[in-house]
């Protein structure tokens, strides 16, 4: 071969493996040096040095004396011929040591400043131990740990991961990536929002209970844009886009703000919030709304108060206004209902199914936890008495929260003896003189009647009268 097919084949190869040419020529020269020691009667030592331009080899001889040092320098530079097949096949096998090694080192350079960006790969294979990402030259690895519960990923789906780690290994690169690092959250709304990507809008904070619920703090470095609005888009388009990759894990977006009252109020959201009374040292906030907002508030098992906690940095404690007329301490509702799950999933050995090994001893399968937690989903719109009761939510006045003055829903709220006419009266008194009028009853009658009849029993005592005045007309 000669200089000049040479110095094309280097060309060839760097680009073929992605490198410079002055890198592959430094592995061409360790290559040699290999190949040279193993020919017979070679020297010690020996330095090898080529010319980019002219691809000519010098090979520079070096013999080693007692202490070490390297002395009788010469000029032993081989024919090409000289080398021959043993020489040749060790210089193979080093070029490609070499090159792979080089490969290796590039690829942890291009990804080891990447920590806290964001990629997008295909799923090549999962089990319960981890999942591997093809991110096109390298492989990342999404552990259990890292993998949204009840999320099954499927070989062949693209999905987008947050790198939280890159470690340097004789394989090469090992890259650990996240599907529940709160900042993957931050980085798709950068990917789907520009006013993010731009800087004219930050998020301040973010909390995140992965698979289920994220709030978000918003703020706008330009009083002409509405960050909320910004991060919503229209018809809530950019807000979707993040639900999708998320597999539709709720978010919430609010306003940031740098008064901590008015923060944690905000946090709160949906909930409406009369007042907030932060504590001197600025670590705990007690919270008070309205009756039938408190299980808006707490959400189901606590999730909105543990995640507006979070978000704010502060303990949030919420009272209704009836249990701060009744004098309940603040934080008695987290003492006594945020509780936090304690338990293991481990895989079920005969069907290969997850489940959940609670600390009592207690086992459900991943499908009923599912149903369980789709059942008593609570929507972030609605508000109604079955979530209210469910969540605990004890003094909660079921006419303020289904706008109906109903004494049925006062009488299950336990609010105690129900006056029938107060909620019926109107109804049936109206019902009872149009029928006295018509059929003759004596409006005296039909009055100590109402006035002496029990709650229960009122409306029917009119109908009875209205009945027997039938009966005296026909007679």
């Known amino acids: 071969m000669s200089n000049l097919d040479m110095s094309e084949a280097i060309r060839l190869l760097a680009q073929e493996k992605g490198m410079s040419e002055d890198d592959l020529l430094h592995v061409l020269v360790d290559a040699l040096a290999s190949a040279y020691k193993r020919r017979p009667g070679a020297a010690d030592e020996v330095v090898v040095e080529v010319n980019p331009t002219t691809m000519d080899f010098s090979f520079t001889a070096y013999d080693l004396d007692e202490d070490g040092n390297w002395v009788n320098e010469r000029d032993d530079t081989p024919d090409k ?9 060790t210089f193979r096998q080093v070029m490609g040591q070499r090159i792979r090694e080089v490969e290796r080192d ?20 999962t089990d319960t131990r981890y999942t591997l990402l093809d991110l096109g030259r390298v492989e990342a690895l999404l552990p259990q740990a890292e993998q949204v519960p009840y999320e099954r990923p499927n070989p062949g789906d693209r999905a987008k991961a947050y790198i939280v780690e890159v470690r340097k290994t004789a394989k090469g690169p090992q890259i650990v990536v996240s599907r529940t690092h709160p900042g993957l959250i931050k980085r798709l709304f950068e990917l789907e929002v520009p006013e993010i990507a731009d800087g004219i809008v930050e998020i301040k904070a973010c909390a995140r209970e992965p698979g289920h619920r994220t709030k978000i703090a918003v703020w706008s470095n330009d ?7 910004a991060c919503v888009g229209a018809r809530g388009a950019r807000v979707r886009m993040v639900v999708n990759e998320l597999r539709g894990e709720k978010i919430d977006i609010v306003p940031f703000s740098e008064d901590l009252a008015d923060m944690v109020a905000k946090a709160l959201s949906p909930a409406k919030v009369n007042q907030v009374n932060i504590s001197e040292d600025g670590t705990a906030a007690d919270v008070i709304v309205p009756d039938h907002q408190l299980s808006l508030a707490i959400g189901r098992e606590g999730q909105n108060a543990r995640l507006s906690a979070r978000l704010t940095g502060v303990r949030v ?12 301490p603040a934080g008695s509702y987290l003492e006594e209902h945020v509780e936090y799950a304690e338990g293991e999933w481990r895989e079920n050995a005969e069907s290969g199914e997850m489940e959940w090994h609670a600390a009592d001893g207690s086992v459900i399968s991943q499908a009923d936890w599912i149903a369980q937690n789709e059942g008593s989903d609570v929507d972030n719109n609605d508000n109604n008495d079955a979530d209210e009761a469910a969540d605990g939510a004890g003094g909660v006045d079921a006419e303020a929260a289904d706008g109906d003055e109903s004494d049925a829903d006062e009488a299950a709220d336990g609010s105690g003896d129900v006056d029938a006419e107060a909620a019926d009266g109107d109804e049936s008194d109206v019902a009872g003189d149009v029928e006295s009028e ?9 009055d100590a009647v109402d006035a002496d009849a029990d709650a229960d029993a009122d409306a029917k005592p009119v109908a009875d009268g209205s009945d027997a005045g039938e009966d005296d007309a026909a007679g």
């Not at 990447?114 to 295909?122: A, H, K, M, Q």
């Not at 404690?317 to 309940?328: F, H, K, L, N, P």
């Open 223 to 229: 009083h002409n844009v509405d960050p909320v609005g």
């Open 438 to 446: 018509a059929d003759g009853i004596d409006a005296d009658a039909v």
């Open 317 to 328: 404690d919420i009272r209704s206004e009836t249990q701060v007329a009744e004098g309940v």
């Open 106 to 125: 590039r690829k942890f350079e291009e990804y080891a400043n990447r920590e806290g960006d964001i990629v997008t790969g295909i799923i090549q294979q």
């Open 81 to 89: 011929e000289d080398l021959g097949r043993i020489a040749a096949q």
